[in-house]
């Protein structure tokens, strides 16, 4: 298979600088509910990132070098030229951490929200500014605050102050995902609504593998989708700003997320003018996309339906369960020649209740669905339902890939995964290879492939017994519009390790025999101890 080649070789398990401080950070939590103490850690690290952006371009604008010459170090103007976010002097990281050991620490950090608000239009209404309240220890608020300003100490005394800016900017992103992994995997189910793990979502983008165009996420949570899709970009040979980012999110607090998760990166993206749930108020209506990714809620009972809402081309979904509601939602607003990533519960590929059969059984006639994936448990945060990925497109016959029409491939990597705690999984970059290369080379357009094309060979792909099938729509109509991947790749080949079967079961009955004598020994000493402490059997 060929390597995809997003590097993340770092698991959110692995003990680093960002493991280290969450840790210092944790301890500084006292009895203050995570949910909470989320928005006071993530809010300090964006004003740390915003303040350190600026004070590498304004280093830039006092030595006033090259285009730089004669510019205004305090004309706020130069910076948003270079898409640096202005911060006013009290907002500067250097006067929060001077201000650290003040009792009126609370409301120091307040105005510096305030003012970055005031002079910056795009994080208006963004921004925590409740560091003042009597509840939250203000001592502790002065070390977190101490904490967080040694982010930039990782950078070596050798090197040059646009170098060092630079590394402590990539670390602030890094140590800001971390963040939101460690406060959804601490707030458990609740967690899940603004966090989607990394993994995943790295799985879903290797899929789609979206170079440009428009990204949409009508339920984007705090943006890991987009994150993950401009990392994508960046890492092979694109830009910042390749792709366009659309998101929605109903939920006001996690919507501020998300807005400071791309800002923190420097990401342009429309989340709308405001929260909105996507089926009562689209806030993108006209909107086609060349990729749509999302995480929508898994089996949503509470939600708004209209019946004749143009979006349901494929039946109205029942109101008991919103899945093929999202499903229809995504796929009108998929561009012609665009493709779907997108999570759902496990029954979505097999229910029959309400209609639901039927509306999957339209979607696969029109021949959308491209590929299902299951997924191994124990992967989210936010609840044990098993889940798999769909992937759509209404166009499996662009005339440069293989000619895919009334065909889809189905993925079960259910044994894949590694255990990174007693209750958490993660997929390895191996495994995410696995997965992602396997469907590039059924399409057609993975680096294997294109070197088998050129050696007479085109195309690259085969079924492997109990991890892939490209199955045809006739298959998929003789098990009923079933699309549960195990179905259709079927069991593992077990490898013949050469020895007659007779053979084998004379020497397996034989080592059986020897651990039932063992055992009855073991029975017998027990039975003898406990009598000797005055116990009968």
């Not at 990714?293 to 081309?313: E, G, L």
Request: aromatic share 10%.
């Amino acid at each position: 298979m060929a390597k995809t080649t997003t590097k993340n070789n770092d698991s959110a398990a692995n003990i680093g600088f960002e493991a280290k401080l969450w840790l210092a950070a944790d301890k500084l939590r006292n009895n203050m509910d995570a949910a909470e103490y989320k928005h006071v850690v993530l809010g300090l690290i964006f004003i740390k990132y915003i303040s350190d952006a600026f004070e590498e371009m304004r280093a830039k604008l006092i030595a006033g070098k090259g285009e730089f010459a004669g510019s205004d170090p305090e004309d706020a103007d130069e910076y948003r030229a270079e898409n640096v976010f202005w911060v006013p002097k009290e907002a500067r990281w250097s006067q929060l951490q001077a201000a650290a050991k003040q009792p009126t620490i609370g409301k120091v950090v307040d105005d510096a929200m305030v003012a970055l608000e005031r002079d910056n239009p795009r994080l208006k209404g963004v921004l925590p500014k409740d560091y003042a309240r009597p509840a939250l220890d203000k001592h502790r608020l002065g070390e977190l605050i101490d904490l967080i300003g040694t982010i930039t100490l990782v950078a070596t005394a050798t090197e040059g102050n646009d170098a060092k800016s630079h590394r402590s900017v990539d670390l602030l992103g890094r140590v800001y995902e971390y963040f939101l992994t460690r406060f959804a995997s601490a707030e458990g189910k609740n967690g899940g609504q603004f966090y989607t793990p990394s993994c995943v979502v790295r799985v879903i983008v290797e899929m789609l593998s979206p170079y440009k165009g428009r990204v949409y996420d009508p339920c984007c949570g705090s943006g890991g989708m987009f994150v993950q899709s401009e990392k994508f970009v960046l890492e092979h040979g694109g830009r910042i700003g390749d792709l366009s980012i659309y998101g929605q999110e109903s939920n006001a607090t996690t919507r501020r997320l998300a807005i400071m998760n791309l800002a923190i990166r420097g990401i342009e993206a429309d989340f709308g003018p405001e929260q909105a749930d996507a089926f009562r108020r689209d806030l993108h209506k006209d909107l086609k996309a060349q990729f749509v990714i999302a995480n929508p809620p898994f089996n949503d009972s509470d939600w708004h339906r209209m019946d004749d809402d143009v979006r349901w081309q494929y039946g109205v979904p029942p109101k008991g369960n919103a899945n093929f509601a999202w499903v229809q939602h995504f796929i009108h607003h998929l561009a012609p020649d665009g493709y779907a990533g997108f999570v759902l519960a496990n029954g979505s590929m097999s229910s029959n209740q309400s209609g639901e059969g039927d509306i999957r059984k339209a979607i696969i006639e029109a021949d959308l669905v491209d590929c299902m994936v299951a997924l191994p448990g124990q992967l989210f945060y936010s609840t044990q339902i098993p889940v798999c990925l769909w992937f759509l497109t209404k166009r499996k016959n662009d005339g440069k890939l293989r000619d895919r029409r009334k065909q889809t491939l189905f993925i079960d990597t259910r044994k894949l995964g590694t255990l990174i705690d007693r209750v958490h999984r993660e997929l390895t970059d191996a495994d995410i290879a696995k997965i992602a290369s396997t469907y590039h080379a059924w399409r057609g357009d993975s680096l294997e492939s294109r070197h088998s094309r050129e050696s007479g060979n085109p195309w690259a792909y085969t079924d492997i017994p109990g991890f892939c099938k490209s199955a045809d729509l006739d298959l998929i109509k003789q098990h009923g519009y079933v699309l549960t991947p195990g179905r259709y790749v079927g069991a593992e080949e077990v490898e013949d390790d050469g020895e007659p079967f007779e053979e084998k079961m004379t020497r397996l009955v034989a080592e059986l025999n020897e651990q039932f004598t063992e055992s009855a020994k073991l029975e017998r000493a027990i039975r003898k101890n406990l009598q000797g402490l005055g116990y009968d059997l």
